[in-house]
């Protein structure tokens, strides 16, 4: 445990350290930013019938955000560390692969939601210069934050996995941007083309990220997507562990 | 918990895809030894100690340390080590007392065993003044010192480094040579390096290695000793040439001799005894014994760098 946290603690302040994290951090602003200023847009216009958090949260721009930022986030975790040499002294220290996989997913999933506060922010602004005070449904934003944890997770794995095939930065964002977009545009095509009932229109529905994020930013919390999630984000950790441990049996 | 000895490589062989790294190693290190591995690039010396380190697992044999199995234990084999990896790598963005607080933080240390520790190998390692820089901005030779007290950090029994002293500059060497010399005793050290002065001055014995096997064993002075066998007397006589061909003709412990001309009278005599016996005494006497002239006398002895060269180079049959 001891281990754990003191390993979490120095990839955190990793990226405040480094530019990197600031640099994160400044763009997520700025496109959220963007995003928020159309979402003033919209809302000059016509009533909209749906809720304001799923107009928040489930815009090509929080799509955007999401793919090309966590990335960023994760390319380095092993990958730099394979890079410099340091995963040599890392792992003569007396800890554990998990140790060092779990610390490093639980230091980006840190950082992706410190990242994803100001969102919070922008929520307060709307609710402060609106003039109906049941324009905001806190079980949708409460829903949205969960949404945005567990899709967190998800991308954080899928980061620490693309990280740990390689010992260079740029090709592990490159193949967890892949993966993020692949994942992405399954749910993308389960809009765009309707699959006849059956298997395929259910796994395409099942594992949809729109359809979850605009549940979640309902305030819905539904099992299966939470499950999913999980599951998913458990599947590349365990993956990842399999590679950092590969060294034993290559 | 008493084992003398805190290395013991049996039959150790490590394959990487096609290639053979370290063939079938054993060598055994006591406690509070100082051993040095010497070889060529690409002898296995690093696979060794990757291996000992607990980093790599061995494809065949048996590694322990203290008596631990490196691959059974690697927990706690991990926690008795100070390895030091080749190009010594470190975080640079951090700064030196975080960097080790960090490290003995990670190996297990209690908080105030940890502030102890970290205040005593920073003076041990010369590195006080430093403690507040960030490593990246560091010289090489404190970076070095950054490395090694990392390893030191635990206070562990084994303390292997790969290759300490690569790429610094002379006095950054002596420097990290002492530092490692004060090491003696109180731990058990295990140096890699392809450079010989280095383990001759340091190690109380050195493993030479090439292409993943131990060649030569001993102590430095030994393996001098082994091989002054082919050792030679220069003498510069000042003499008619004749009547020094003829003397060394006569004298039976010579086995083989060179007389070449030098400026005036003077002629170099190179003399190969027969058993490296020591010829010195006997050439004296007989220069006294004639009135000629003697202006140097020396037994040319083998030094490491040769004993090196001639054990590292393939044989002939490897060649073809």
Known sequence: MLAFVTLMRRELAGFFVSLSGYVIIASVALLVGLSYWNLAEALRGEAVPVPLTELFFNTTY??????LS?????MRLFALEKYSGTFETLMTAPVSDLTVVMAKFAAALVFFLLMSLPLLGYIALLQHYSSGSAMLDWGGVGGAFA???????????????ASSLTRNQIIAAVISLLLGVALVFMGFLGKAVTPREGLASDVLRYVSMFDHMEDFSRGILDTRAVAFYLSSTLFFLFFTHRIVESRRWK | MTDPLMIEVANLTKRYAGQVAVADLSF???RGEIVGLLGPNGAGKSTTMRILSCFLPATSGTARVAGLDVFKDADEVRRRIGYMPENNPLYPEMRVREYLKFRARLKGLNRSRTRDRVDTVLAQCGLTDVSRKIIGNLSKGYKQRVGL????????????????TIGLDPDQIRSVRQLIKDLAGKHTVLISSHILPEV?????????????????ADTPENLQKSLTRGSQIVAEIAAPEEDLKICWEQMAEVEHFDVSPMD???????LTPVNGADLRGDVFSLVKDRGWKLRELSRSRYSLEDIYVRVTRPSEEEVH
């Open chain 1, 147 to 161: 949404g945005i944890f567990l899709i967190g997770c998800l991308f954080m794995a899928i980061g620490a996995f």
């Open chain 1, 62 to 67: 929080f799509w955007i955000i999401l793919l």
């Open chain 2, 28 to 30: 055994s290190v006591q």
């Open chain 2, 149 to 164: 007290a990392d390893a030191l950090v635990h206070d562990p029994d084994l303390i292997i480094l790969d290759e300490p």
């Open chain 2, 200 to 216: 001759e001055m340091t190690c109380s014995r050195v493993l030479i290695m090439r292409s993943g096997k131990i060649l030569a």
């Open chain 2, 264 to 270: 005036g009278d003077y002629f170099r005599c190179a």
């Open chain 1, 70 to 74: 966590t990335p960023v986030i994760t």
